[in-house]
């Protein structure tokens, strides 16, 4: 008892979050490139499961991916999103042109805004 409280002390006041692996040792064998490979090998594995946990955790992942909530609809606006006016084809073809030019260029386009009943 004495040692677990001391090594966790020591680890605390060292920083916790420094330490990746925590690997106990009984003999040299345990501590050979080979052995920690194995260690972390070990700890990548995913966790046993019996057939009715898998079963739940298949059936949990299957939900999840069917699920299409989208969220509380009560903020969603109701003016929408687009400008209240056309482009002219003229213009979308400006715009296009503009992206695929290298060099700097100004593109400036004059329009009214009016509402349309």
């Known amino acids: 008892m ?3 409280s001391s090594r966790s002390s020591l680890v605390k006041s060292l920083g916790s979050s420094l330490f990746t692996d ?3 040792a009984t003999s040299k064998v345990d501590l050979t490139p080979d052995a920690y490979a ?3 090998r070990h700890v990548a594995a995913p966790n046993p499961l019996s057939s009715r946990e898998q079963e739940l955790a298949d059936l949990r992942a299957a939900e999840n991916a ?3 909530y989208e969220g509380s609809q ?3 606006t109701h003016v929408g999103t687009s400008p209240g006016f056309c482009w002219a084809q003229e213009a ?3 715009v296009v042109d503009l992206s695929r030019r290298q060099e700097d ?3 400036i386009l004059v329009g009214f805004f ?4």
């Open 38 to 40: 194995a260690h972390l």
């Open 2 to 4: 004495l040692y677990a």
């Open 105 to 107: 260029s100004l593109l």
């Open 22 to 24: 925590s690997v106990f």
């Open 92 to 94: 979308e073809d400006a």
């Open 74 to 76: 009560a903020r969603r």
């Open 114 to 117: 009016f509402k349309i009943p």
């Open 66 to 68: 069917a699920a299409s």
